[in-house]
């Protein structure tokens, strides 16, 4: 295949994630592991598997009892026997049919369950994957995962596995039968049989090309529209809409070649079996002919149309092989994107011996560095104890190490160098399910997901909806949530979608209340919510972080003069700590921000 | 479907016509040669070999040379055949992919022009789905409706002629079990119509789930949610599965019965033509043994395009709920649209009247009563309001995101819904609460409402932003890609990003929605130099609630409950008891702190006023 100009794009790939087609064809062990997901329907397989196995059987016989048909009792102008052998083949084939009802059911049973799996284990796996996968990989390209890569495997399976099967049994049925009824022209058959294997083999290589490429690219298409469609407020407002149709219209034509290409190749495919069948048939025809005249034993009409009966049960099926075939590369193709992501590690994962201790809430940095980039460190030789309850707040202008320090403690990335220490046992030893289940987070954007505001304060949690009233109660927000226009029945859109974010802030505040953590984790969203629900907002804050050891990205004034200590940082070192007041008397960068800020209010 | 595929379609047919013709002719052949074999063994049994075209073999060759040639020109056949069935590909792939490109543009672009009410009522996965599986079914019901379906129409026309001509009577036989397939087909349509309607909606609710999920990752790491999330996937997945294995009974059903009807015209054909057979032997007009078999291969080649009407039924289902899906987002009237000859404005000088706004999102609900506002060129506004008082809606209705449900906005003196849409929007810079960046260069994002613009504009909108420094700490500057390694940006850092973009386009308009909302306060301080900068020359609406901010302000609105209960400037509002004065002085620093502050810099001795002067401010 050629090589493609690079098109301009509104979303760039990822070299990291997103996958090349290479020229290798598809492997063996892929197709292994697909049929492994077939597994838990081993009963519906085997009883498809005799299923297939006696229609492999039914279809040359049905063709055998027609011209038995027309060889006996027709020939032999024998009405009676014509009514019984009619009668015999309209059995037959109410069976058959009968037979057809169970193949394509169980089939389609199979093939959905497949997918179903499937897609349960991507869902699965994501939720192992860590924070530094999902901040490299669009959304859309995990979504074509499930949907048109998986769809290309479901066909793979419910089509192409059993009618294959179907297909290769009847074609050796009918060898078989071709075999004891005439063997030289049964020879005449296998002798073909190397021009159709080298133009599998040929062929086999050439469609897992083009087929990687096809899903690659489409791939490409859904997350383009995945990210246009998220943008789209973008945009308009910058009524950009010619520049970003122009960007996919040309991704669209490119689509429009891959999938040509795959036409082409597929066009090639099934024609030329076609041929050669065809051929078959004329160098048979030779060949019978010239039996029947020269009166070789066992060379007669009758064999030689019965015969071409055999024969069409060959090549018919010879034909569907060829389709089949196409949507098993394609299927493998699918298959091969759907693994490659299932194969993904985690960047780390808890060692199988990780701890689940009833946290204090103690938190120690001892000269820790990050950064998200090895290369590229962030965060330099950390070092300080926040002590059950306290809390801490972290100042500093954006980009100083802020929000990575909150990652870290929140166990979203681990450290690269130095330890850290929850309750004195390292950060690494402790399973991360126990140590979020003791964890609040609350981050600057406030993520809501579709339900009500109930269901996204609970969140999966076991509480009652009393305690969840109780939550919003202690925090005193209950009014605030209440005043929405069903209350805490109020259905959120998308993203929050209906909620303004201050009272997304809420709800998310009601959501670390009600999970009643021992570590609080807060990236205030300063004035996300107005001010007029700021008083609110604060006394929330204040009831919330009580008791618990916080860590809060400050930029409230009042929680900033309450914390327990203040650490200032910049370029990813702490360079001064200590108490609001202390702090303003002796610092010089904190007291200059702290003025910066504050005083600019005053005049 | 316009003219322009009229000819391509036609050219798909033809091809394929072709090929059909070519594999009646390889099929003639075949038969042909059973009739070869048999009268030359004995021709007394057997009737001659009908030869047609008037081409007929030299008497004086033997019976192999004939045959011998009979296959070459079979193999010739069979050739061509190959290679008009690959035209036939070719040229319908083509059409198709035409087609197929055409309508994904056309949604891409009806999409976008679709108003923000659509996109806050319609889920992402849904328009993920149309757009792209939805789509691609589309060209299956092309393929089936009209290739497929016309192809068959004419083979099942020439293979009837053909079989008339062998055996009338048998022929007609053969069709008494058409209208069961119809009826079959119709009660199967009915049947299932719904529920594939209702499989797309449960498949979407599929991808909803794994889109949430991909985006509150935070949320679902953080609380320990791993297990719920899977839980309420897996109720999703399940719920499909349940809906797909009721479809699977009724299409397996289906299927076989088409199946076991045309099976019945074989049962018949053996029946009715043996009778044939055996009445007419002995009769040399009558029917042979040959031509039932060539009868029943035709029929057999028949029974195989009409059964594969069941799978055209069952496509059809799909790929029709597909297209309506798709149809519903083409035909989705469009709220905000140009009136005809509307006025493209260059450059507005930006004075703003509000006349009488009224607005809701639902005609019962609204969210703001009769505005009265004007705003003279240059002014800056700042609005200040509690959730839910309608800021941020008074503010869309600027850019035309909706339009009012009575009175009506003016820029310049014209009415806002006679201006060109995108003249309008092009002259407005907006920055919200929360920017969305495209996963592409960071240099692509600037100059997005732009994409001409030179590196020294997309720089020069990056110092206004006060984002050129950190831009060039990235690992790759301008030509970062964001969300690749290492380029996760800061809340602080991505809102810089959006008002260099807003910026650069250099509108007579800015509105910032709580632009700084997520801006920690030392970089809000930072660039409130550049924020000026921006806003100077142009007409500025802000939401904020920074007294920093809204000082800054030549007027500030006060919104309750969609009404305006206050305007005036900081000064004068301060001095007046309302909601301003009450949140001014929340902000204000405690005399702790203050004390503290002075004390210092009369210890350090810096200067007589213990506070800076505004130009002092880096």
């Known amino acids: 295949m050629k090589k493609r100009p690079a098109i301009a794009m509104l979303t760039q790939a990822n070299k990291d994630v997103d996958i090349e087609p290479n020229r290798r064809p598809l492997s063996l062990n892929l197709y292994k592991r697909m049929l492994r997901y077939t597994r838990p329907y081993r009963g519906i397989f085997i009883a498809l598997t005799l299923v297939v196995i006696v229609r492999a059987a039914q279809l040359p016989l049905l063709a055998l009892a027609f011209s038995a048909v027309i060889n006996g009792p027709i020939k032999n102008n ?23 009802y169970h193949r394509l059911h169980l089939a389609l049973l199979v093939g959905e369950g497949v997918v179903h799996d499937l897609r349960f284990d991507i869902f699965s796996h994501l939720q192992r994957l860590t924070s530094g996968f999902f901040s490299k990989t669009k959304l859309g390209r995990l979504i074509s995962r499930i949907t048109s890569d998986a769809e290309t495997v479901r066909a793979g399976i419910q089509d192409s596995i059993f009618a294959s099967m179907v297909a290769g049994g009847q074609i050796v049925v009918a060898l078989l039968i071709m075999a004891f009824s005439d063997h030289w022209l049964f020879l005449v058959v296998l002798a073909t049989a190397p021009a159709y294997y080298v133009t599998y083999q040929y062929f086999r290589q050439k469609l897992s090309i083009v087929h990687r490429a096809n899903q690659e690219s489409f791939s490409r298409l859904t997350s383009t529209l995945a990210e246009s469609i998220s943008g789209i407020r973008v945009t308009q407002v910058f009524a950009r809409q010619d520049s970003n149709a122009k960007m996919w219209n040309a991704l669209v034509s490119d689509h429009a070649g891959y999938n040509l290409a795959t036409i082409r190749t597929s066009g090639q495919f099934s024609p030329l079996l076609e041929l050669i069948n065809a051929l078959l048939t004329a160098a048979l025809f030779i060949i019978g002919g010239w039996r029947i005249f020269h009166h070789s034993p066992g060379a007669s009409l009758e064999a030689l149309i019965a015969f071409f009966f055999l024969l069409s049960n060959v090549l018919e099926p010879v034909g569907i092989l060829g389709t089949m075939y196409t949507t098993a590369v394609s299927a493998m193709a699918g298959a091969e994107r759907i693994f490659s992501l299932l194969d993904r590690k985690p960047d780390f994962a808890d060692p199988p011996d990780a701890l689940t201790p009833q946290l204090k809430g103690r938190v120690e940095f001892r000269n820790l560095g990050f950064g998200y980039d ?100 202690d925090l005193d927000i209950l009014d605030l949530l209440m005043a929405l226009p069903q209350g805490l029945e109020t259905t959120v859109g998308e993203r929050g979608a209906g909620l303004s974010l201050g009272q997304r802030q809420l709800v998310c505040f009601a959501r670390a209340m009600l999970a009643d953590p021992r570590i609080m984790i807060l990236d205030e969203a300063t004035s996300s919510v107005d001010s007029l629900t700021e008083m609110r907002i604060q006394r929330a804050l204040n009831i919330l972080l009580k008791g618990r050891t916080s860590f809060v990205v400050a930029h409230r004034l009042s929680t900033i003069r309450q914390a327990d200590q203040i650490l200032v940082l910049d370029h990813g070192r702490i360079i001064e700590r200590g108490r609001h007041t202390d702090l303003l008397a002796t610092s010089s960068v904190y007291s200059g921000l702290y003025q910066q800020f504050v005083l600019a209010n005053e005049s | 479907m316009g003219i322009h595929y009229t000819w391509r379609c036609a050219l798909v047919l033809l091809l ?85 490109t055409n309508l994904r543009k056309k949604i891409y672009d009806k999409l976008q022009r679709l108003s923000f009410r659509f996109f806050d009522a319609n889920e992402t996965g849904t328009l993920i789905n149309r757009g792209t599986s939805d789509a691609s079914a589309i060209p299956v019901f092309i393929d089936f409706a009209i290739v497929q379906v016309v192809i068959l129409l004419i083979s099942l026309g020439v293979n009837l002629t053909y079989m008339i001509n062998i055996q009338p009577g048998l022929t007609l036989i053969c069709l008494i079990t058409t209208p069961l397939l119809g009826v079959a087909s119709v009660i199967y349509s009915r049947k299932v119509r719904p529920a594939y309607e209702e499989n797309r909606k449960l498949f979407d609710r599929v991808v909803l789930r794994l889109s949430e999920n991909i985006q509150g990752q935070h949320v679902v790491k953080g609380f320990a949610l791993e297990q719920h999330e899977i839980d309420r996937f897996a109720q999703a997945n399940d719920a499909l599965r349940r809906q797909q294995r009721w479809l699977f009974k009724r299409s397996s059903v289906y299927s076989a019965t088409v199946n076991f009807l045309t099976q019945l015209n074989l049962v018949l054909v053996l029946l009715a033509g043996g009778y044939i057979v055996i009445r007419d032997s002995g009769n040399p007009n009558g029917m042979t043994v040959g031509e039932l078999v060539v009868f029943a291969g035709l029929l057999q080649q028949i029974s195989t395009q009409v059964a594969s009407i069941s799978n055209i039924a069952n496509t059809l289902q799909v790929s029709l709920t597909a297209a309506q899906r798709v149809r ?79 009175g009506r906005i003016t820029l310049d003196g014209h009415d806002l819904r006679d201006i060109d849409l995108n003249a309008l929007r092009r002259s407005i810079g907006l920055v919200f609460q929360e920017s969305f960046l495209f996963s592409n260069t960071v240099a692509f994002n600037i100059a997005f409402g732009n994409p001409s613009a030179t590196r020294e504009q997309v720089e020069q909108a990056a110092r206004i932003a006060s984002a050129h420094s950190f831009i060039m700490d990235l690992p790759k500057g301008y030509d970062t890609v964001i969300g690749e390694y290492g380029a996760t940006l800061s809340g602080g850092q991505r809102q810089r990003l959006a008002i260099a973009r807003a910026v650069l386009p250099n509108p007579s308009i800015l509105i910032l929605d709580d632009a700084t909302a997520a801006i920690d306060p030392e970089t809000e301080y930072e660039i409130h130099q550049a924020m000026d900068n921006a ?78 002067r505004e130009e002092n401010i880096p």
């Open chain 1, 78 to 100: 024998h009405l009676t026997q014509l009514l019984w052998g009619v009668g015999g083949y309209a059995a037959l084939a109410i069976i058959t049919q009968y037979t057809l």
């Open chain 1, 374 to 473: 090895p290369a590229k460190p962030i965060l330099c030789d950390i070092t300080f104890t926040a002590l059950p309850g306290q809390t801490i707040a972290l100042v500093g202008h954006t980009g100083s190490g802020k929000t990575s320090i909150i990652n870290l403690i929140s166990k979203f990335y681990l450290p690269d160098s130095g330890r850290l220490l929850v309750d004195d046992i390292d950060i690494r030893q402790i399973n991360s399910t126990c140590l979020h289940r003791q964890m609040g987070i609350v981050l600057q954007v406030n993520y809501l997901f579709t339900g009500t505001v109930m269901e996204n304060i609970r969140l999966g949690m076991d509480r009652t909806d009393q305690q969840v009233i109780q939550a919003a109660r």
């Open chain 2, 16 to 100: 394929n016509l072709v090929v059909m013709g070519l594999s009646l002719a390889v099929l003639t052949v075949m038969g042909l040669n059973f009739d070869l074999i048999g009268h030359a063994i004995a021709p007394e049994h057997a009737q001659a070999p009908r030869w047609f075209l008037g081409l007929h073999p030299p008497a004086d060759w033997s019976p192999l040379k004939v045959l011998i040639v009979i296959n070459v020109v079979l193999g010739g056949l069979a050739l061509l055949r190959a290679i008009f069935r690959f035209g036939a590909a070719l040229s319908q792939g083509h059409l198709i992919q035409a087609i197929l």
């Open chain 2, 328 to 406: 519903e987002v083409l035909t989705m009237p469009m709220e905000v649209q140009n009136r005809p000859n509307p006025v493209v404005l260059d450059r507005p000088a930006g004075r703003i009247r509000f006349e009488n706004v009224t607005f809701g999102y639902k005609p019962d609900e609204t969210i703001l009563h009769e505005i009265n506002l004007e705003v003279s060129p240059g002014q800056c506004i700042a609005i200040l309001g509690a959730t839910g008082s309608g800021k941020s809606t008074l503010l869309s209705l600027i850019p035309r995101f909706y339009d009012p449900l009575a």
């Open chain 2, 535 to 612: 806003m100077s020359g142009r007409t500025t609406f802000m939401v904020a609630h920074r007294l920093s901010t809204l000082r800054r302000a030549d007027k500030i609105i006060v919104l309750d409950q969609g009404r305006i209960v206050q305007s005036g400037t900081h000064d004068q509002l301060m001095h007046k008891l309302g909601h301003y004065s009450k949140i001014a002085r929340m902000q204000l620093v405690d005399e702790e702190s203050r004390y503290i502050i002075q004390a210092r810099r009369w210890y350090e001795g810096q200067s007589d006023t213990p506070l800076p």
